[in-house]
C-alpha cells in the first residue's frame, strides 16, 4: 500500500521561506515521475513542480520558476519543496503526487493531476501580505 506524507507548511509572511517535504512508504521515488501540486481556494488544481529520471529531470511552472526547488532524496525516499520568496499567490494546500506508469525523463509530459497515481494528504501553505 503506497502512502505519500506531506509536511513542513505553515505561515509565513510574503518575501519568506518553507521547505515542503513528503515521505513515501510503498512506492520508490527513484523508478517514476512525482511533483508538487497545489490548489488555492476556488481554484483548479495546478502543477507546481515534478522531477523524474532519478531526480536527474526537473520541471516548474512558470509561476514558481526561479522561486521554488523540488529535490528528492532516495535513500530517504523523501521528496522536497524548497519555496523561497513566497507570494500571497502562494496560498494553497500543497499535495505531493506520485506517478506509477511515466519513468522517463521528459516530467513536463501531461504534468497534471490525471496523469498521477497516489496523493498525499496535502499541507496548508499561507503567505500573508
Known amino acids: 500500500q503506497v502512502q505519500l506524507v506531506e509536511s513542513g507548511g505553515g505561515s509565513v509572511q510574503a518575501g519568506g521561506s518553507l521547505r515542503l517535504s513528503c515521505a513515501a512508504s510503498g512506492y520508490t521515488y527513484s523508478s517514476y515521475r512525482i511533483g508538487w501540486f497545489r490548489q488555492a481556494p476556488g481554484k483548479e488544481r495546478e502543477g507546481v513542480a515534478c522531477i523524474c529520471a532519478g531526480g536527474r529531470s526537473t520541471f516548474y511552472a512558470d509561476s514558481v520558476k526561479g522561486r521554488f526547488t523540488i529535490s528528492q532524496d532516495n535513500a530517504q525516499n523523501t521528496l522536497y519543496l524548497q519555496m523561497n520568496n513566497l507570494k500571497p499567490e502562494d496560498t494553497a494546500v500543497y499535495y505531493c503526487?506520485?506517478?506509477?506508469?511515466?519513468?522517463?525523463?521528459?516530467?513536463?509530459?501531461?504534468?497534471?493531476?490525471?496523469?498521477?497515481?497516489?496523493w498525499g494528504q496535502g499541507t496548508q501553505v499561507t503567505v500573508s501580505s
Open positions: 503526487a506520485a506517478d506509477r506508469v511515466y519513468s522517463g525523463s521528459r516530467c513536463y509530459l501531461r504534468f497534471q493531476g490525471a496523469a498521477f497515481h497516489f
